[in-house]
């Protein structure tokens, strides 16, 4: 019997607006709240409200036997509060099930692990509080921005007291070794990971409407078939996508619905298959070996590291500036400058001026506010600097 | 005293200087009691005639006589693209506008006889540039025989109107004037475009006397384009200041030192940023602000982010009208470290906005200058020291201000054309000598 272990990560930034030299010093409002705004709700009525009733409908068909795992991170949650408290009930409706597992992450959906173990720990303490606050749950396991992942991130993580993490089933990584099994961090054992299979995980995300593809048109049962094959060796199939997979990357109009809507009676129909969430998969499976993880992974783009945000040096100097005001906006402790400091950490931004853009441009450029890299770090520079003026202003007036 | 004046755009439809200079320059003429009939490929009609009298080459009829395609114009034109770098004073923003703006216009109209054609000039800097120059000469032609006995002197501006000028010679045997507002060298280094190249040389052997905006201007002329240097002469540009003074509410404290103008080669932008990494190296308490854009702007970008100071480095992209003044008015020095610049009306505007200003030596008006700071455009250490001086010693600041926003309101068009009528006389005088 294999574990089918779906998760989603619901993640939206808060973009900024077109923030010009001229308007330093005068102006500290740095969103696009329009842009925002009617973004996230059209996000929400084309995906989060319509996919998270089917999951309802579907956990309450099979009583019991299908589940799933979110992570949202706290810039979302943010967002519909502000826009789509909807949507929040929503995800609280799914909670009360006791079928749906919420991951904890960095709450900016941030770089932070990479540079700060006391911000990513910081980050992480403040999305599991927001946990607990919407949906009276403590997370379990954990995470990390866009499955970035190594040795040292996922001791950091055990010793925050996580049980499982998330991972890429990277080639790279793995080797000959198959991502349908439990590992186990080289550096602390006791934290388990799951890596993702990204081939079956992108035959949904990215190439289910896809109809040059030789597999078009996908079933679920084809799929199912796919996963109970004996070729598919391994105790569990990953499969790890953005939320916004279902209704936006795909649309309705592809099909993408259906096929969710069929997926759990298709899977469970073979008698090879069963559901899973992340803690439960993780806890149900012994770890067959360690995952040795030295550099940063992460499950973007064909190099599936963390070039795609800290790969060029418009990218690092702007992530250097960045958390140089780490320790100032924690010794200014206030809300309003920890608000800004929350979005201006969002991944997005330094994804917003990766110049790689060649295979991976059209996911780079998707809900991608600005024509060019440069545009995006201008922008991102320019709030940035006001920020930081800021900061000394109110730093020298607390004096 | 009469001129027919050549030139491509006019205030208030212009793209760049040489319309701004072209207005100044004509004001001045006619306080000196010159008549000036200026032709432009397009008219709009509300440009300012006050002083003059605007042609509109669209409105003119050429008559394409037989044999006409043997012609030396045409002969020497061929038709092609073009690109930015061959257009003075063009923004690259500009640029995109009007070459998809000219594949609309540009089309002959056909009106009764085929062999009278009227050409709808789009007077842009389009991609059918060339064809434009082209039509322009016969169009001009045909000006200079209807307005026969009108005018007493040819005079061109910059190559595009050369062509126009040199037919306007051959049927009226008028003397003519050309008037080097940039060269080719200016604008694309030494990889020079040759076909631009050709005809302002052309232009120039073909005029009677050469007008340079500034000493460089005219050594250029002398050494590269084989000009004799008696043929030569220099007037440099004055500027007219619109009143336009606003007070602009300053947001950041720190000193401000701008650059503004493209971001291409010639303009020097790098070692602005050259200069702004010694600087902030020494006080913290300065921002360097990049207004304009370019072909050289993404690698400016790039530059700024591996010396690390994108904190303190700004870019603020292409600015238009009242956006200039701001970016001038809350400016606390200016730096203009161009590679080569004919003449460089920037540095004035920014010293009459009482900004304390900083220029290279290979500029035109570092001849008319004496309160600005001169530096070569590649001594970043020397263009570092300068602005440091000025930003943190408030006395010279202050003393290059006032004296240089003096400086500055001497500079008259009525000068500069006063010697420009002298030019007008001298070749008159040839040409009566000669007959």
């Known amino acids: 019997m294999k574990t089918v272990c779906l998760y989603f990560q619901v993640h939206q930034p808060l973009r900024l607006k077109t923030y010009r030299f001229f308007n330093m010093g005068k102006d500290h409002n740095y969103l696009d709240v329009s842009a925002n705004r009617s973004i996230m709700q059209r996000v929400a009525a084309e995906c989060y409200l319509p996919m998270n009733n089917l999951l309802l409908r579907l956990i309450k068909e099979n009583e019991g036997a ?44 941030s770089l932070s692990s990479l540079i700060s173990p006391e911000e990513f720990k910081k980050e992480v303490e403040a999305h599991t509080a927001l946990m607990k606050e919407e949906f009276g749950y403590t997370p379990t396991s954990f995470r990390n921005t866009e499955l970035i992942y190594s040795d040292v991130i996922g001791e950091q993580v055990a010793a925050m007291g996580f049980k499982a993490m998330l991972a890429e089933g990277a080639r790279h990584v793995l080797g000959w070794k198959s991502p349908n099994f439990v590992y186990a961090n ?95 998969t993780a806890a149900a499976n012994q770890p067959t070996g360690v995952l040795y993880c030295t550099h940063a992974m992460s499950w973007a783009d064909e190099e599936r590291d963390v070039t795609a945000w800290l790969g060029n040096e418009l990218q690092n100097e702007a992530f250097g500036k960045l958390y140089g005001l780490q320790e100032k906006v924690h010794e200014l402790n206030n809300e309003d400058f920890n608000y800004v400091w929350n979005f201006m950490k969002a991944s997005d931004h330094f994804y917003y001026m990766a110049t790689k853009w060649f295979s991976d441009g059209d996911v780079h450029s998707y809900f991608n506010p600005y024509d060019s890299a440069y545009n995006a770090f201008i922008n991102y520079m320019n709030v940035l600097s006001d920020f930081a003026n800021e900061i000394e202003i109110a730093l020298a007036e607390k004096e | ?123 842009k800097y389009g991609a059918n540039l060339m064809e434009e120059v082209a039509r322009y000469a016969l169009v001009a032609r045909q000006v200079a025989i209807e307005l026969e006995g009108q005018f007493d002197v040819i005079h061109a501006h ?44 052309g232009g120039m052997e073909a005029a009677d006397l050469v007008m340079a905006v500034s000493n460089l201007t005219r050594n250029i002329i002398i050494n590269k384009y084989g000009i004799p240097a008696e043929k030569v002469i220099t007037v440099h540009n004055a500027v007219r200041f619109a009143d336009n003074d606003q007070e602009v509410e300053r947001g950041v404290k720190d000193k401000i030192v701008t650059f503004l103008g493209r971001i291409t080669y010639q303009k020097g932008p790098d070692y602005f940023v050259e200069a702004a990494a010694k600087v902030l190296k020494r006080t913290p308490n300065v921002r360097f602000v990049m207004a304009g854009s370019g072909d050289m702007m993404n690698h400016v970008i790039r530059r700024v982010a591996r010396l690390g100071i994108a904190d303190k480095f700004h870019f603020t992209g292409f600015l238009k009208g009242a956006d200039v003044q701001k970016m001038f008015a809350l400016s606390d020095v200016y730096v203009m470290p161009s590679v080569s ?27 008319v200058l004496d309160y600005a700071v001169k530096v070569d455009y590649w001594d970043v250490d020397a263009m570092a020291d300068a602005i440091y001086g000025l930003v943190t010693y408030p006395a010279l600041g202050e003393l290059f201000a006032r004296k240089g926003l003096e400086e500055v309101n001497g500079l008259k068009w009525n000068t500069a054309a006063a010697k420009i009528k002298e030019g007008y006389e001298r070749v008159i005088n040839q040409m009566n000598n000669k007959n």
């Open chain 2, 1 to 123: 005293m009469r001129v027919l004046m050549f030139g491509w755009e006019f205030p208030p439809h212009i793209a760049g200087g040489l319309g701004t200079a072209c207005y100044g320059l004509t004001r001045g003429l006619a306080r000196n009691g010159v008549e000036v009939i200026f032709v432009v490929p397009k008219a709009y009609g509300d440009e300012d005639q006050r002083f003059i009298r605007v042609v509109n080459a669209s409105d003119v009829d050429a008559v394409y006589r037989s044999g006409e395609a043997d012609s030396e114009i045409w002969r020497n034109v061929k038709f092609m693209e073009i690109n930015s770098n061959m257009v003075p004073y063009i923004s690259p923003e500009q640029f995109e506008r009007e070459r998809s703006r000219s594949e609309k216009v540009g089309e002959v109209h056909h009106e009764g006889d085929v062999w009278r054609e009227r050409y709808n000039f789009s007077g």
């Open chain 2, 158 to 201: 910059d190559w595009l109107t050369y062509y126009a000028g040199i037919a306007a010679k051959e049927v009226s045997g008028k003397p003519l004037v050309v008037h080097m507002h940039a060269t080719e060298y200016d604008r694309s280094g030494e990889n020079i475009n040759t076909q631009t190249y050709a005809i302002e040389r």
């Open chain 2, 341 to 367: 610049e004919p003449f460089g009306i920037s540095p004035l505007e920014a010293m009459r906005s009482n900004v304390p200003t900083i220029i290279s030596k290979q500029s035109g008006v570092a001849e």
């Open chain 1, 66 to 109: 299908f589940k799933v795992t979110f992570s949202i991170s706290g810039l979302a949650i943010e967002q519909f509060r502000s826009y789509t408290p909807e949507v929040l009930d929503s995800f609280r409706e799914l909670a009360k099930t006791g079928c749906v597992e919420f991951l904890a992450e960095s709450y900016s959906h």
């Open chain 1, 186 to 280: 080289s550096l602390e054992q006791k934290l388990r990971v799951l890596l993702r299979n990204y081939k079956l995980s992108d035959d949904i995300a990215f190439r289910f409407s896809n109809q040059g593809w030789g597999e078009y048109p996908l079933t679920a049962e084809k799929y199912a078939g796919w996963i109970a094959d004996e070729n598919t060796t391994g105790e569990v199939v990953n499969l790890f996508m953005d939320y916004e997979t279902f209704g936006e990357h795909q649309k309705a109009s592809s099909g993408i619905f259906d096929f969710v809507a069929s997926l759990p009676k298709a899977m469970l129909a073979t008698g090879a298959l069963k559901f899973g969430t992340v803690t439960e």
